[in-house]
């Protein structure tokens, strides 16, 4: 993909949403170009995939027993009546435990694999120039920030869940209109997350990352939507969680107004 094309301008909130999708696209690129850092990325996210994975399997095996446990006043309604809203129910289940799995995924991943994803933030800053204003941040002083941050991003994801959760159970609206609203909710706080490691190596921490990435939200989103969607394609989140983190890397310059294109 021409570099050059990126990195003009765009207007427009559809353009600015898809040039979030081709960030994310170029950020695949640069991963896919470079075996050393297709080996440094793969190992964290095969260990939190397989969790998750394991994890989600559980829900879904239990979905019925939960779908049951909250519905009780349909106990007594008919046998249709009651196998409808229990069907409802446990698809508000599902969507708000994926919901809850993209988010907390990528921020378990991060931690785990934290020295691995900040050495692929790095590598993608240096061919794009370096890091402008770089600060020297102790290992363990940004594994105690990043995951301080994660925990706030999980519980607020959480916060919006229950509200979508409940609005699951509004037939047809419940089943089209929340999974595109919880798409760009997670879209929204994956962007927040993935971009955590270039504006800590610039010394900035949660509440100034949110604040750039609201000054072009649609950018952001675009970016994030497209990794939540594609972390919900079985072995999504496996395969291009390190991409996303070298195109959260690329979302983060364009943010801050430095350059993308290859020095």
């Given at each position: 993909m021409d570099a050059s094309r990126i990195a003009s301008p765009v207007t427009g909130a559809v353009g600015r949403f898809l040039l979030g999708v081709r960030l994310l696209l170029r950020g695949l690129g640069l991963y896919v170009r470079s075996p050393k850092l297709m080996l440094l990325g793969i190992v964290p996210a095969l260990i939190s995939g397989a969790l998750f994975v394991a994890a989600f399997a559980t829900l879904v095996y239990f979905v019925d027993d939960l779908a049951a446990l909250v519905t009780p006043f349909a106990d007594d309604w008919s046998r249709t009546g009651r196998s409808l809203?229990?069907?409802?129910?446990?698809?508000?289940?599902?969507g708000i435990g994926g919901l809850l799995a993209v988010i907390s995924f990528t921020a378990v991943t991060l931690v785990i694999g934290d020295p691995f994803y900040e050495k692929i933030s790095e590598k993608v800053e240096e061919r794009l120039g370096g890091t402008p204003d770089a600060v020297e941040v102790p290992f363990w002083s940004s594994l105690r920030r990043s995951t301080a941050d994660s925990v706030r991003l999980v519980a607020l994801t959480a916060l919006v869940g229950i509200p979508l959760f409940l609005a699951g159970f509004i037939p047809v609206v419940g089943q089209t209109v929340v999974p595109v609203i919880g798409a760009a909710v997670g879209g929204w706080f994956l962007a927040v997350e993935l971009v955590g490691a270039p504006f800590y190596r610039r010394g900035m921490r949660l509440p100034q990352r949110r604040t750039i990435l609201k000054a072009d939200r649609p950018m952001a989103?675009?970016?994030?939507?497209?990794?939540?969607?594609?972390?919900?394609?079985?072995?999504?989140?496996?395969?291009?969680?390190?991409?996303?983190?070298?195109?959260a890397t690329l979302l983060a310059r364009r943010s801050l107004g430095q350059s993308i294109e290859e020095s």
């Amino acid at each position: 993909m021409d570099a050059s094309r990126i990195a003009s301008p765009v207007t427009g909130a559809v353009g600015r949403f898809l040039l979030g999708v081709r960030l994310l696209l170029r950020g695949l690129g640069l991963y896919v170009r470079s075996p050393k850092l297709m080996l440094l990325g793969i190992v964290p996210a095969l260990i939190s995939g397989a969790l998750f994975v394991a994890a989600f399997a559980t829900l879904v095996y239990f979905v019925d027993d939960l779908a049951a446990l909250v519905t009780p006043f349909a106990d007594d309604w008919s046998r249709t009546g009651r196998s409808l809203v229990r069907v409802i129910a446990g698809l508000a289940f599902l969507g708000i435990g994926g919901l809850l799995a993209v988010i907390s995924f990528t921020a378990v991943t991060l931690v785990i694999g934290d020295p691995f994803y900040e050495k692929i933030s790095e590598k993608v800053e240096e061919r794009l120039g370096g890091t402008p204003d770089a600060v020297e941040v102790p290992f363990w002083s940004s594994l105690r920030r990043s995951t301080a941050d994660s925990v706030r991003l999980v519980a607020l994801t959480a916060l919006v869940g229950i509200p979508l959760f409940l609005a699951g159970f509004i037939p047809v609206v419940g089943q089209t209109v929340v999974p595109v609203i919880g798409a760009a909710v997670g879209g929204w706080f994956l962007a927040v997350e993935l971009v955590g490691a270039p504006f800590y190596r610039r010394g900035m921490r949660l509440p100034q990352r949110r604040t750039i990435l609201k000054a072009d939200r649609p950018m952001a989103l675009g970016f994030g939507v497209a990794v939540f969607l594609c972390f919900l394609i079985p072995l999504g989140a496996v395969l291009v969680m390190p991409a996303a983190v070298a195109g959260a890397t690329l979302l983060a310059r364009r943010s801050l107004g430095q350059s993308i294109e290859e020095s």
